[in-house]
């Protein structure tokens, strides 16, 4: 048991800091206060191959492996919440699902263009009765012809408004319940696919979170992923993976808010000297240390397991509910130990901690992934 | 094609610490880095294999640790790499080192050789023309532009106050100016390839040169003493008539013990 990174991910890792501090922390702020999608960054994500890294180089991608694809979201999230969950959203739950699932055709056809970066993916499972029991969608699929019809809408899309291609599921036979789910490849700009709201957010506010609307959406039947009435194990099988882009990201954010207070309590001085000098500062930042190893340990971990074992749900679940909420904890802190700096927009640990809830919510809230973990532990 | 971009492996940092009692630098707890100037270099040529059928050799000479140097050469999308690295050219002052990259050079077909305008380890800037002069082949340095024409090389040379517009015939050497371009990132996949691809490595035994040209032996420079750059002041500025200023200036000098 070796816990060195190899020479080469050591060397990705270099790549992913250098472009993360250089392309993405200048604009961080900025988009956030303004709620901008940073195109600029995608289009650079996609030069240097950000967009397909676990993805085979026959379908465009970089051929690299789990543990490569989950540094390159750690790191960005380390200066930027909402750029690393567009890596992730992209690459967990649209590139992976058509990888697993798609037949050659619908790999030539939509994954090449996803995993080279010249289209961007969504996945659309989320409805508004339909959030963690995902079993009860309500959006239908009829199949007419050689064409699918979907009527319903979709809410929380991550990516909503800027993708080119989502993964959208819907109910094609609701006698069946979860076995009556079916999943389906839908490009932008099929007629009777529209945009509704977009979502204000507390936090990841560049990304672009919409509402998706189908109706009498046709799209081909040739655009059905995997069979009829597997959607929801696709669905189910594919957030297993997204989870440890989720987690990755949770330990981007916590990690970032850290460097940033590591940095602030040596310069910040009260009582004649600076604030690191206190055993409450170096307590609280020990223990944060500690949490934020810990969760790095079951990220990486369940990144290896994805590649090395056929199940990896539980290890991806104890690495997503931990980051996440050593995430929640540790820029909670941080902000504490910035003071009243801290909670204002000029000091970065404030729009951490805003990026860092959502890590806790989605992709499966905490709560789920307990359910994962216990009924695992249970079974 | 044939585009040979010679690159070192650097402290990383533009302030090396010197030992104030040895006068040399301080290299523990720095990372290595590829010379800023060298990676321009290597975006030259990456730039022109980009739009010509070029193939991108890399070559450094060094410890076995400078291998990092080619891997992340070749992560950019250099195509082939050597490592030169023996015991007998340690030591190698600018002329020992220049003999040896020239000798190992000329076992590579090339067409056009670039390297970057210095080390900033060293800032001799003498390494790229000494290439030059061993192998007979003209030398163009401090190049902000380069253009490759059917044979020939246009290149904007920058020289303080002006630039030249100089043209040479292929093959030839060109040393790059580090704020030429912006260096491209690895990708992911490169670094994967990179890890995969061999480096072939050069020892003594593999260049043909005089072992009395090589490492210390081959070195005639012999460092006296070593300093950081630093600043002169602002000094001062005084409005004074003409016969007022000459006799404050006598006295300044006076003052100085210059006359």
């Known amino acids: 048991m070796d816990f060195t990174l190899s020479k080469k991910h050591s060397m990705a890792q270099t790549l992913f800091r250098e472009f993360a501090e250089k392309e993405v922390k200048p604009i961080a702020a900025e988009i956030d206060e303004t709620e901008r999608f940073p195109s600029e960054t995608v289009a650079k994500l996609k030069k240097y191959g950000f967009l397909g890294i676990p993805v085979p180089k026959e379908f465009g991608g970089q051929g690299c492996d789990t543990l490569t694809y989950i540094m390159c979201v750690e790191e960005l999230g380390k200066v930027c919440g909402t750029t690393s969950v567009i890596v992730s959203a992209h690459t967990s739950l649209a590139c992976e699902p058509i990888l697993k699932f798609g037949t050659p055709e619908q790999k030539e056809k939509y994954l090449v263009p996803l995993a080279n970066g010249t289209h961007l993916g969504a996945f659309a499972l989320t409805e508004a009765g339909a959030g963690t029991d995902a079993g009860s969608q309500q959006t239908k699929a009829v199949l007419d012809g050689d064409e699918y019809v979907l009527n319903g809408s979709k809410i929380f899309i991550t990516n909503g408004k800027e993708a080119d291609t989502y993964i959208v599921f819907a109910m094609t036979d609701k006698s069946k319940g979860t076995h009556g789910i079916s999943a389906f490849i839908v490009e932008k700009d099929t007629p009777g696919f529209s945009f509704g709201t977009k979502e204000k957010k507390m936090g990841i506010r560049g990304s672009s979170t919409y509402e998706l609307i189908f109706r009498d959406c046709r799209i081909p039947k040739a655009n059905l992923l995997g069979q009829e009435g597997k959607g929801f194990g696709i669905a189910m099988q594919t957030l297993d993976g997204g989870r440890i882009g989720i987690a990755a990201q949770a330990l981007g954010i916590a990690e970032g808010a850290f460097e940033r207070t590591v940095a602030y309590v040596k310069e910040r001085k009260q009582f004649g000297k600076p604030i690191a000098a206190f055993q409450n500062t170096q307590f609280v930042l020990a223990d944060l240390a500690t949490k934020i190893e810990a969760a790095k340990m079951l990220v990486y971990k369940a990144a290896i397991a994805k590649d090395t074992q056929k199940r990896f749900s539980t290890e991806a679940a104890m690495a997503k509910l931990f980051a996440a909420e050593t995430a929640m904890e540790v820029t909670s802190k941080c902000i504490q130990l910035h003071g009243g700096y801290g909670y204002t927009r000029d000091y970065e640990v404030e729009r951490m901690m805003r990026d860092a809830k959502i890590t806790e919510i989605y992709e499966g809230t905490s709560e789920v992934q307990r359910m994962v973990i216990s009924g695992a532990v249970l079974k | ?259």
Request: with cysteine; hydrophobic share 40%.
């Open chain 2, 1 to 259: 094609m044939n585009i040979v971009v010679c690159i070192k492996q650097v402290p990383d940092t533009t302030e090396v610490k010197l030992d104030p009692k040895t006068g040399t630098l301080i290299r523990e707890g720095i990372p290595s880095i590829m010379n800023p100037d060298d990676k321009a270099a290597l975006e030259a040529a990456l730039t022109i294999k980009d739009n010509f059928n070029a193939t991108v050799h890399v070559i450094t000479m060094g410890p076995t640790q400078a291998e990092a140097v080619l891997r992340e050469a070749l992560a950019m999308g250099a195509d082939k790499a050597y490592l030169l690295t023996d015991k007998a050219f340690s030591g190698a002052d600018t002329l020992a080192t220049s003999t040896t990259l020239a000798a190992a050079i000329r076992k590579i077909d090339f067409d056009l050789i670039l390297a970057g305008r210095q080390a900033i380890d060293g800032d001799t800037a003498q390494v790229g023309p000494q290439i030059a002069e061993h192998l007979g082949i003209p030398n163009i340095s401090y190049a902000e532009e380069i253009e490759i024409t059917d044979g020939e090389v246009s290149v904007k040379r920058w020289y303080e106050d002006r630039y030249h517009l100089v043209k040479a015939k292929l093959p030839c050497l060109i040393t790059v100016l580090g704020e030429m371009n912006t260096p491209r990132y690895m990708t992911p996949g490169g670094i994967f390839d990179a890890f995969d691809k061999e480096i072939t490595v050069w020892t003594r035994s593999d260049v043909e040169v005089d072992d009395s040209s090589i490492g210390l032996k081959g070195s005639p420079t012999r460092v006296v003493a070593s300093y950081p750059k630093s600043l002169k002041g602002a000094g001062e500025k005084k409005v004074l008539d003409t016969e007022e200023a000459v006799e404050y200036l006598l006295g300044k000098l006076r003052e100085r013990g210059i006359i």
